[in-house]
């Protein structure tokens, strides 16, 4: 599967790169001038909103290079990468805003509402902006979704800081600063939670979202004739959008010729209901292992001790040949199983 790039989308990750960079100096200076506890945690996570489209830009960058004989999937899993780190520097940041509110808590300080106020409003436009840029592609995949979840958290973090600038412009309640930063921690906090949900999901080669193994093996049973099992069935996502599958089909016994009918009948049905694009399809006449649908791999000694079986190939020089029991298990299991060649969609 090729992976064509999308001029808007790089035009747009750009645009949204540099708005946000003006967005931090702005916030960082204002800070620092105002003493307010908010506006420097609203700047802390501008900073990772940079960081966060930088890196979400190059993965989506990385992954269109072509496949090679190393990465024979490409590098679609560099945007999937891009969102856990992405996610993991959500939640320290939201850490240390909770570390920092609680000090501030204890001891209250003085804070200019006035221009805290103002640079608050800003960075508020600033990030509305970035988020539009952003909107519109976001649901493609979980890369560009954290990116904008980045800067979406943002934005809801400015609404606090001018809501804190506002109360404490006209009551003086200082305490407010550190209770709207502990509010801008848990929202960092709740996007931190989905994204790492789900890129964990996708790196630990989970089922795809809305697919059960049942509904594949329906699919698959339902879409031609003379299916009798499924068995060693695999799906996984390579990158949102990108849903692998691998599987085991018992059919009738019959020529190889005379399964391409069925091969593309569930190839369709797969495509059509699951958007399953890239399968792989073993087809065979007779149940291996114990047809058990969902199939563990077993994990082989890591040292093997050679010894004679006791067994003459009945070569012309008289020799006779040593295995090791993996070699042997190995060639039993290939005269056991009757599978016929697989064909790779």
Same mark, same amino acid.
């Given at each position: 599967?090729?992976?064509?790039?999308?001029?808007?989308?790089?035009?747009?990750?750009?645009?949204?790169?540099?708005?946000?960079?003006?967005?931090? /100096?702005?916030?960082?200076?204002?800070?620092?001038?105002?003493?307010?506890?908010?506006?420097?945690?609203?700047?802390?996570?501008?900073?990772?909103?940079?960081?966060?489209? #930088?890196?979400? /830009?190059?993965?989506?960058?990385?992954?269109?290079?072509?496949? *090679?004989?190393?990465?024979?999937?490409?590098?679609?899993?560099?945007?999937?990468?891009?969102?856990?780190?992405?996610?993991?520097?959500?939640?320290?940041?939201?850490?240390?805003? /909770?570390?920092?509110?609680?000090?501030?808590?204890?001891?209250?300080?003085?804070?200019?509402?006035?221009?805290?106020?103002?640079?608050?409003?800003?960075?508020? #436009?600033?990030?509305?902006?970035?988020?539009?840029?952003?909107? &519109? +592609?976001?649901?493609?995949?979980?890369?560009?979704?954290?990116?904008?979840?980045?800067?979406?958290?943002?934005?809801?973090?400015?609404?606090?800081?001018?809501?804190?600038?506002?109360?404490?412009?006209?009551?003086?309640?200082?305490?407010? &600063?550190?209770?709207?930063?502990?509010?801008?921690?848990?929202?960092?906090?709740?996007?931190?939670?989905?994204?790492?949900?789900?890129?964990?999901?996708?790196?630990?080669? %989970?089922?795809?979202?809305?697919? =059960?193994?049942?509904?594949?093996?329906?699919?698959?049973?339902?879409?031609?004739?003379?299916?009798?099992?499924?068995? *060693?069935?695999?799906?996984?996502?390579?990158?949102?959008? /990108?849903?692998?599958?691998?599987?085991? #089909?018992?059919?009738?016994?019959?020529?190889?010729?005379? =399964?391409?009918?069925?091969?593309?009948?569930?190839? &369709?049905?797969?495509?059509?209901?699951?958007?399953?694009?890239?399968?792989?399809?073993?087809?065979?006449?007779?149940?291996?292992? *114990?047809?058990?649908?969902?199939?563990?791999?077993? #994990?082989?000694?890591?040292?093997?001790?050679?010894?004679? +079986? %006791?067994?003459? +190939?009945? +070569?012309?020089?008289?020799?006779?040949?040593?295995?090791?029991?993996?070699?042997?298990?190995?060639? *039993?299991?290939?005269?056991?199983?009757?599978?016929? =060649?697989?064909?790779?969609?």
């Amino acid at each position: 599967m090729e992976m064509h790039g999308n001029p808007t989308l790089n035009k747009r990750f750009l645009i949204a790169i540099g708005i946000t960079l003006a967005i931090l /100096f702005a916030e960082i200076v204002g800070g620092l001038w105002t003493g307010s506890l908010a506006l420097l945690a609203d700047a802390g996570h501008v900073f990772l909103d940079v960081f966060a489209l #930088v890196l979400s /830009f190059a993965a989506m960058r990385l992954a269109l290079r072509p496949a *090679d004989s190393r990465h024979t999937f490409g590098y679609h899993r560099f945007q999937v990468l891009a969102a856990f780190i992405n996610g993991a520097t959500l939640l320290l940041i939201s850490i240390e805003i /909770f570390r920092e509110a609680w000090t501030r808590w204890q001891t209250p300080e003085p804070i200019l509402a006035g221009p805290m106020l103002v640079v608050a409003v800003v960075g508020l #436009v600033a990030n509305l902006l970035v988020a539009y840029t952003l909107h &519109d +592609h976001d649901h493609e995949d979980l890369n560009t979704r954290s990116a904008f979840l980045h800067v979406l958290g943002d934005a809801i973090s400015s609404v606090g800081v001018i809501a804190a600038g506002a109360i404490i412009l006209f009551t003086g309640w200082y305490w407010v &600063d550190p209770l709207v930063s502990v509010l801008i921690g848990v929202i960092i906090l709740l996007g931190a939670w989905r994204v790492l949900r789900e890129s964990t999901h996708i790196l630990n080669e %989970g089922m795809p979202r809305g697919i =059960t193994a049942e509904e594949v093996v329906s699919a698959i049973q339902t879409a031609t004739s003379g299916v009798s099992n499924v068995h *060693d069935l695999h799906v996984w996502t390579i990158r949102p959008g /990108f849903v692998a599958l691998s599987a085991h #089909v018992v059919l009738d016994d019959q020529a190889l010729s005379q =399964t391409m009918p069925s091969m593309h009948a569930i190839k &369709d049905a797969l495509r059509a209901q699951f958007a399953i694009e890239h399968t792989t399809i073993q087809f065979e006449c007779s149940q291996c292992n *114990d047809g058990a649908l969902i199939c563990t791999p077993t #994990v082989a000694p890591a040292t093997l001790t050679a010894h004679n +079986h %006791g067994h003459d +190939h009945g +070569h012309a020089d008289g020799h006779t040949h040593d295995h090791a029991h993996a070699a042997h298990n190995a060639h *039993d299991a290939h005269l056991h199983s009757a599978s016929l =060649t697989p064909i790779h969609a």
